[in-house]
């Protein structure tokens, strides 16, 4: 009975044996598998380092950050815009003045080339001669600057005809533009 026994605990034991080298096998299967999977870790970390993830944040928080943002930023943001307005405004202005000076600036030159005589003529010169060789010293002095008084008044003159010219086409333009709107 004895030799039953031990053969049939001996065929128990070499079952459990053969089970164990299974289960081993399978264990040494799946540390292998899990060391490929684990061999790429230090590399898979470094990606996962520079990844930001972000969590959903709820709709209420969403929209008191939102509210809270434009309360910051609303006054700066109009600010701006009031600035690049006025900015606007004043090169629109100054475009007009420059448009304005020019059209005055090409009458002037209408004007002058077909009415001025300039004053270098040579009877003109004569006469500065003549009267410049009767006076001395500060007589002299005295009537140059007297007759570059008088030609600047009259160039000041020429200036402001110029201009009051300029005036009445810019406002027959504008009775113009407002009787055809």
Do not use: W
Request: proline residues 3%; contains cysteine; aromatic residues 4%.
């Amino acid at each position: 009975m004895a030799t039953t026994i031990t053969s049939t605990n001996s065929a128990s034991y070499g079952d459990c044996v053969a089970a164990l080298r299974t289960s081993l096998s399978f264990l040494e299967s799946s540390v292998s598998t899990l060391d490929n999977g684990v061999a790429d870790f230090p590399r898979l970390v470094n990606v996962l380092k520079s990844v930001r993830h972000y969590e959903l944040i709820p709709q209420p928080t969403l929209a008191l950050a939102e509210s809270s943002l434009r309360d910051e930023i609303g006054p700066a943001i109009a600010t701006l815009l009031d600035r690049a307005d006025a900015h606007v405004a004043r090169t629109e202005r100054r475009i007009d003045a420059l448009k304005a000076r020019s059209e005055l600036q090409q009458g002037r030159l209408q004007d002058t080339s077909s009415t001025y005589t300039p004053p270098s003529s040579s009877k003109t010169k004569q006469q500065q001669r003549a009267s410049g060789a009767n006076l001395k010293g500060e007589a002299r002095l005295k009537a140059r600057a007297t007759r570059q008084r008088k030609e600047a008044l009259q160039y000041g003159v020429e200036r402001l005809e110029l201009e009051v010219l300029q005036k009445e086409r810019e406002l027959k333009k504008r009775l113009d533009a407002t009787g055809a709107a």
